[in-house]
Each structure stands twice: as C-alpha cells, then as structure tokens.
C-alpha cells in the first residue's frame, strides 16, 4: 500500500513549498471540510489556510483532527477541529452551530470525508456495508449541505464542494457498494448545482482517480487491489494529495464564477468526461 504524509514533498509539481501551495485567495473565507484530518482533505485545508481561510475540521478520528490543527496553527491559520461522524446528523448540527458561534457564517463547505472497503461483488456485499457506504457519502454530505445552504443564500454567496471518486463514474468491478455511493453523490452535486444557479452559489463534485493517501490502508483494501486499481490509470501513477487539493482549492475560490453541477475529473486519464 502506497502511503505518503501531508508533508511529503509531491515530485509532479514544480516550484517550492511555499510556491506549490499558493493557490487563490481566501482571506475573510470560513472553509469547512469534512474529513480534513488528512489525506486530501487536508491537501486542501492547508492549501485554502494558507492563502487567508479560517478552517473547521470536521473528522472522527480525534487525534488526526487535533494534529491536523496543530499543523495548521504552526502555519499561522485559524482553525478548529470537532470529532464529528457525518452520518450522525444531531452530531453534525451541533458541529456547524460551534463553526457559526466561533466564525460567523460559513463562505465554503468541501464535502471530503470518505472511507473505501474490501473487495467483494455486488451480490456478495453485506448489507450493513452497502447501507455504510451510502451513509457516509451521500447521506454525511448531504446533513452538511443541509446546514450550509440557508446561510450561503441569505449572503448571496457559497462554494460546495463535494468529493467522490473516477469510480462513481465508471463503476470498479468489487466495489459496487462504494461506486455506487459516489455516484449518488455525484447526481445529489447536479441536482444542487441547478438548485442554487441563481443563488451565487456554486455546488460541483471531483473525481479522483487513485491517490497516495492512507485510506486503502484504513479501509482494508489489499496491495494487489491497489495495484489493480493503479494500472487503469493511464498517467501510470496515483496523485499526490497535493494535487487534489489544488483543485479544490480552485473549486472552491471565487475564482470560479460560471462552473457548478459539474464533474472536475482528476483521475489521470482514467475518465476523460
Ligand atoms: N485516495 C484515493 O485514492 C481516493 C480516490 C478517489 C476518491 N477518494 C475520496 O477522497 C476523499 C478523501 O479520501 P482520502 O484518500 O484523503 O482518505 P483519508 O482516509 O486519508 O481521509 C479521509 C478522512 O475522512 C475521515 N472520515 C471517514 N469517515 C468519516 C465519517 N463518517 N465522519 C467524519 N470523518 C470521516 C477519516 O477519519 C479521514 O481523516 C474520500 O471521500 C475518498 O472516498 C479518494
């Protein structure tokens, strides 16, 4: 299993450290991204804090959530962490009431928080995990729209950006439960994406292809599938986080002004719509 650190230096992109992270900018912004602990996520928290953003960690794994912080405090950024499981959705209010008491208002919402599984067919899949899958992708990031969109309106102004996966598009042979989850949240972005056209906010959805986090690892997914998975790639290599996050980054900024229910793909010429 390829795994890197937030910190490991991404040889796919040129310049400096402190070149490699600027990225548009976000001063007066309040990002919130689920999942941020680490992996992708926090790509784009860094990428975000560091041109200006005030971030809210929202993740389960406490310890990940309070080190990602403490990296981004180092940093010189505002941010807050709050151990939060998406699919608990009381959980999820009380997070983005603490994010309004503590910032205001909230201008960027990334939808991030994943975890992948084992390899099975569809008709093997238990079903505990497809219903796990569902809960975690679309019903988690569906709470947190639920909780940013009636300030974003009232403000004239919002960025969603949800993040699911080259395999909601294509579907991956052994993972129909988690394919099937990114899809559904990728129709849940087109849907929003028309819902809010003439709101000033923009709601579009990433597909990654294969990324050096640590979630296979996380999620029990095996070297060999890992190695499968790559060799569809046709760039034949996975992303660094890095490299998602600057695209996040970019969704996410006002930047965008004409893009939303739409599919920025980033799965190395995987998919090519
Ligand atoms: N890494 C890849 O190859 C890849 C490819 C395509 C899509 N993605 C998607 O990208 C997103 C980020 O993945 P990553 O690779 O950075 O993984 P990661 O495991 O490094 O980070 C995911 C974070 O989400 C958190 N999380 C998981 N379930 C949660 C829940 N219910 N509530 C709160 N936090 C939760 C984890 O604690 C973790 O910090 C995921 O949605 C994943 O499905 C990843």
Same mark, same amino acid.
């Given at each position: 299993?390829?795994?890197?650190?937030?910190?490991?230096?991404?040889?796919?992109?040129?310049?400096?450290?402190?070149?490699?992270?600027?990225?548009?900018?976000?001063?007066? *912004?309040?990002?919130?991204?689920?999942?941020?602990?680490?992996?992708? #996520?926090?790509?784009?928290?860094?990428i975000m804090g560091d041109g200006g953003a005030a971030l809210a960690i929202l993740d389960w794994d406490k310890? $990940?959530?309070?080190?990602?912080?403490? %990296?981004?405090?180092? *940093?010189?950024? !505002?941010?807050?962490?709050?151990?939060? @499981?998406?699919?608990?959705?009381? %959980?999820?209010?009380?997070?983005?009431?603490?994010?309004?008491?503590?910032?205001?208002?909230?201008?960027?919402?990334?939808?991030? $928080?994943?975890?992948?599984?084992?390899? !099975?067919?569809?008709?093997?899949?238990?079903? @505990?995990?497809?219903?796990?899958?569902?809960?975690?992708?679309?019903?988690?990031?569906?709470?947190?729209?639920?909780?940013? &969109?009636?300030?974003?309106? @009232?403000?004239?102004?919002?960025?969603? &950006?949800?993040?699911?996966?080259?395999?909601?598009?294509?579907?991956?042979?052994? #993972?129909?439960?988690?394919?099937?989850?990114?899809?559904?949240?990728?129709?849940?972005?087109?849907?929003?994406?028309?819902?809010?056209?003439?709101?000033?906010?923009?709601?579009?959805?990433?597909?990654?292809?294969?990324?050096?986090?640590?979630? #296979?690892?996380? %999620? #029990?997914?095996?070297?060999? !599938?890992?190695?499968?998975?790559?060799?569809?790639?046709?760039?034949?290599?996975?992303?660094?986080? @890095?490299?998602?996050?600057?695209?996040?980054?970019?969704?996410?900024?006002?930047?965008?002004?004409?893009?939303?229910?739409?599919?920025?793909?980033?799965?190395?010429? !995987?998919?090519?719509?």
């Amino acid at each position: 299993m390829t795994t890197t650190t937030n910190d490991a230096r991404n040889e796919h992109m040129t310049g400096t450290d402190d070149e490699r992270h600027r990225g548009p900018d976000f001063s007066g *912004r309040v990002a919130v991204v689920t999942g941020g602990a680490q992996g992708i #996520g926090y790509a784009a928290a860094e990428i975000m804090g560091d041109g200006g953003a005030a971030l809210a960690i929202l993740d389960w794994d406490k310890d $990940a959530a309070d080190r990602a912080v403490a %990296s981004l405090s180092r *940093r010189g950024i !505002r941010a807050l962490a709050l151990h939060v @499981d998406v699919t608990d959705q009381p %959980s999820v209010k009380s997070a983005f009431d603490d994010i309004r008491a503590r910032f205001g208002r909230v201008d960027i919402l990334v939808n991030n $928080a994943g975890v992948a599984g084992p390899n !099975r067919p569809v008709w093997e899949t238990p079903p @505990d995990f497809m219903r796990r899958m569902f809960e975690v992708h679309v019903m988690g990031a569906y709470h947190c729209i639920a909780e940013v &969109v009636p300030g974003m309106i @009232d403000v004239g102004y919002g960025r969603i &950006v949800n993040v699911a996966s080259v395999a909601g598009k294509e579907g991956n042979a052994g #993972g129909g439960a988690y394919s099937a989850a990114k899809a559904g949240l990728i129709a849940l972005t087109k849907s929003l994406g028309k819902e809010l056209a003439r709101k000033d906010v923009l709601a579009n959805v990433i597909t990654p292809g294969m990324v050096t986090t640590g979630i #296979g690892a996380r %999620s #029990g997914v095996s070297d060999e !599938r890992n190695q499968q998975l790559t060799a569809l790639i046709p760039m034949g290599r996975q992303a660094h986080p @890095d490299e998602l996050g600057q695209l996040i980054a970019f969704v996410a900024s006002d930047r965008l002004t004409f893009t939303t229910g739409s599919v920025f793909d980033a799965s190395g010429g !995987r998919a090519t719509y």
